[in-house]
């Protein structure tokens, strides 16, 4: 296999364990939910190739431009941004509709946060399918896995950083962190607020919207309800 060098994103959903409540109607509602939440995300960041779903994340990357290695930095906080704000309109939108049901009522709970990192990886074709490996593609996996002290953030390993430091916001922070079979990393992360400082207003749902919105929810989650559809399962 060739490798190539890339840079790796993912972004996941925090407290999507929990979300995911143990009512048949709730638990549909809460899969159909997550996965127009997913699907925003992925539609914001055009620049990124997503290579999986994987329960309650996104698993993106992007090659790294050998003519332009230090517009990596710049790009995955630009898509984290972008990515964050489609998740919250979505979020909002989830959380206007009328259902009374956990799977709506409790979208409100719902954060997002990144991990990044750049290095090299190789493709592998299963079953038809694309998937990037490597020791880089695990610790990227392992970042996941933090000390991280805000709900919302990015976070970047430290190869990451040092391709272009100037990119890093002067707000943020440095954890270290002892990844399971790889050993003592440290890495950067800041505040997906302080990326993002002055988001668009949320629109204003209608009572036609709001409407619409429970009716798309219950159609969609009917699948699941009747055992149909499985749904996905946090990592």
Not at 18 to 23: K, L, N
């Given at each position: 296999m060739t490798t190539e060098r890339a840079a790796l994103l993912i972004a996941d959903i925090?407290?999507?364990?929990?979300y995911m409540g143990s009512h048949r109607m709730s638990l549909a509602h809460?899969?159909?939910?997550?996965?127009?939440?997913?699907?925003?995300?992925?539609?914001?960041?055009?620049?990124?190739?997503?290579?999986?779903?994987e329960g309650d994340a996104a698993f993106l990357s992007r090659p790294v431009r050998p003519q332009d290695p230090e517009s990596a930095v710049?790009?995955?906080?630009?898509?984290?941004?972008?990515?964050?704000?489609?998740?919250?309109?979505?979020?909002?939108?989830?959380e206007a509709n009328l259902c009374p049901c956990g799977g709506c009522r409790e979208a409100r709970a719902l954060k997002l946060k990144f991990v990044a990192?750049?290095?090299?990886?190789?493709?592998?074709?299963?079953?038809?399918?694309?998937?990037?490996?490597?020791?880089?593609?695990?610790?990227?996996?392992?970042?996941?896995?933090?000390?991280?002290?805000?709900?919302?953030?990015?976070?970047?390993?430290?190869?990451?950083?040092?391709?272009?430091?100037?990119a890093l916001p002067a707000a943020g922070?440095?954890?270290?962190?002892?990844?399971?079979?790889?050993?003592s990393v440290r890495a950067h992360f800041v505040d997906i607020g302080d990326l993002d400082d002055a988001p668009p207003p949320l629109p204003v749902r209608s009572w036609r919207g709001r409407l619409g919105s429970t009716f798309a929810a219950v159609?969609?989650?009917?699948?699941?309800?009747?055992?149909?559809?499985?749904?996905?399962?946090?990592?």
């Amino acid at each position: 296999m060739t490798t190539e060098r890339a840079a790796l994103l993912i972004a996941d959903i925090g407290g999507y364990t929990e979300y995911m409540g143990s009512h048949r109607m709730s638990l549909a509602h809460a899969e159909v939910n997550t996965a127009r939440m997913l699907d925003r995300m992925i539609e914001a960041a055009p620049g990124f190739e997503l290579i999986e779903i994987e329960g309650d994340a996104a698993f993106l990357s992007r090659p790294v431009r050998p003519q332009d290695p230090e517009s990596a930095v710049g790009d995955i906080l630009g898509a984290a941004v972008a990515m964050h704000r489609a998740f919250h309109l979505e979020r909002e939108y989830v959380e206007a509709n009328l259902c009374p049901c956990g799977g709506c009522r409790e979208a409100r709970a719902l954060k997002l946060k990144f991990v990044a990192h750049v290095g090299e990886v190789a493709r592998q074709a299963i079953r038809g399918r694309t998937k990037l490996v490597g020791i880089d593609v695990i610790l990227v996996h392992r970042l996941l896995k933090n000390s991280v002290p805000v709900p919302e953030y990015v976070l970047l390993s430290e190869e990451l950083a040092r391709t272009d430091p100037r990119a890093l916001p002067a707000a943020g922070g440095e954890i270290t962190a002892d990844l399971e079979g790889i050993g003592s990393v440290r890495a950067h992360f800041v505040d997906i607020g302080d990326l993002d400082d002055a988001p668009p207003p949320l629109p204003v749902r209608s009572w036609r919207g709001r409407l619409g919105s429970t009716f798309a929810a219950v159609g969609e989650g009917l699948p699941y309800m009747l055992g149909l559809k499985q749904p996905r399962r946090a990592r």
